[in-house]
Every structure is written in structure tokens, then in C-alpha cells.
């Protein structure tokens, strides 16, 4: 596709419930970012991939978050056992690969998340 | 910890006013500073890249510049549609994640 596209793009789901986020990168790109972003604020980092690799899992705030690229395209960021406080935009990034050169980051849309 | 400060919050412009944007960063050795456009309901849109003091870049109206401790982007005889969240992040040497500030909203009037 011509840009980065997320799925669903609004979720609104009970307390304790599952979830699982969905972004399809540009194609031919081999880096992949999650983000979450707040109202009014900027998107802050929570994990990265090169190919299928998750290379920085850092901002994940807690193990109810994980991530998974299986097949170096599309990734999946699941949160388990949600809670009010995840209610958020969640936003996926991809960039060429980990070049100086090819490192913009490109955003898609965004899930907005409502937990209940 | 990488940190982005951006200043003012919110701007309120005449069409035609000139005025620029501010981004203060603090950086364990900066690989790049990134500026992003966003737009209601719509996720960031890439604006330009700066790597190393005193580069400066230009996109019809929007002009960024770079030194070792900030970066502005200006805006020339704004108009309307330049309304919009302008978010400044940084990334460290070694790391691709951004760190990003809480951006500048601004306003045109027409």
C-alpha cells in the first residue's frame, strides 16, 4: 500500500478483556516502531523490530504488553488483561531499515484504544 | 535519558505573520532531530531530518534550523492550512527510537 496502515482503527473493549493491534508497514520496509500517544501529547516509544527481530522492547510499560512481526511484515501488539489506564492511541511507524539515510519514520493512523 | 522540550504550547497567528517554533533536546550524541507535522486526528507527517549544527532545511513555507542545544522551524507568511501540531523528536546515536516532545499547536487566522 502507499502507506502505512493500522487495524482496527478505533477498539473499544471491557476491563480484563484482550486486545490485539495490528500494522501493516509500507512495503519493503524492514524497520518497525510501536508508539503510544496521548492527548496532547507527543508519541512516546514502546518497541521496535529489524525483520522480525524485536530489537527494543524498553517502552513497554509492563509484561500484559507484547509484540510479534513473525513474518518481518505485518506485526501485532497485544495487550492481556487490559485496564483503564492503557486507553490510548496506539501508533505504528516503519522505516526503510537502520541507516542514517533510510531512517525516517513513516506513521500510520493510529488505533484508538478505550478500555471500559 | 533523551529529552524534548517545545515551546510555546499553542500559537496564534495572522495569515501572513511570521513566527517560529522552538525545540530544546538533550542527547547522548544526536543521530538525527526529526520534524513532524500533525494534523487532527491523523498521525504525524513527516517534515524534514537534521543531523549536524548549522544545517538548515526548507519546505515551501517551513524553514528548520539546527544547533547543539535546540532547533527552530520557522514559518513564513503562514496561511490557514499550515494550522496544525508540529512535533520536534530526537534520536541518539546507536538508537532508532524517537523521543519526541509535546509538540507546538499552531493557529492561522485568515
Known amino acids: 500500500g502507499a502507506g502505512v496502515s493500522q487495524s482496527p482503527r478505533y477498539k473499544v473493549t471491557k476491563r480484563g478483556q484482550d486486545v490485539a493491534l495490528r500494522c501493516d508497514p509500507i512495503?519493503?520496509?524492514?524497520?518497525l516502531y510501536w508508539y503510544r500517544q496521548a492527548l496532547g501529547q507527543g508519541p512516546e516509544f514502546l518497541t521496535y523490530?529489524?525483520?522480525?527481530?524485536?530489537?527494543?522492547k524498553s517502552g513497554l510499560p509492563n509484561d500484559r504488553f507484547s509484540a510479534e512481526r513473525p513474518e518481518g511484515s505485518i506485526s501485532t501488539l497485544t495487550i492481556q488483561r487490559t485496564e483503564q489506564r492503557d486507553s490510548a492511541m496506539y501508533r505504528c511507524?516503519?522505516?526503510?531499515?537502520?541507516?542514517?539515510?533510510?531512517?525516517?519514520?513513516?506513521f500510520g493512523p493510529g488505533t484508538r484504544l478505550t478500555v471500559l | 535519558e533523551d529529552q524534548v522540550t517545545q515551546s510555546p504550547e499553542a500559537l496564534r497567528l495572522q495569515e501572513g505573520e511570521s513566527s517560529s517554533l522552538n525545540c530544546s533536546y538533550t542527547?547522548?550524541?544526536?543521530?538525527?532531530l526529526f520534524w513532524y507535522r500533525q494534523d487532527p486526528g491523523k498521525g504525524p507527517e513527516f517534515l524534514f531530518t537534521?543531523?549536524?549544527a548549522g544545517e538548515e532545511k526548507e519546505k515551501e513555507r517551513l524553514k528548520a534550523t539546527l544547533t547543539k542545544k535546540e532547533s527552530f522551524l520557522h514559518i513564513t507568511a503562514p496561511k490557514p492550512e499550515d494550522s496544525a501540531t508540529y512535533l520536534c523528536?530526537?534520536?541518539?546515536?546507536?538508537?532508532?527510537?524517537?523521543?519526541f516532545g509535546a509538540g507546538t499547536t499552531v493557529t492561522v487566522r485568515a
Open positions: 511507524a516503519s522505516s526503510l531499515g537502520p541507516t542514517t539515510s533510510t531512517d525516517t519514520q513513516y
Open positions: 512495503s519493503g520496509h524492514v524497520s
Open positions: 523490530f529489524n525483520y522480525e527481530a524485536q530489537q527494543d
Open positions: 542527547v547522548s550524541g544526536l543521530r538525527g
Open positions: 537534521l543531523y549536524s
Open positions: 523528536a530526537v534520536a541518539g546515536v546507536n538508537d532508532y527510537k524517537l523521543s
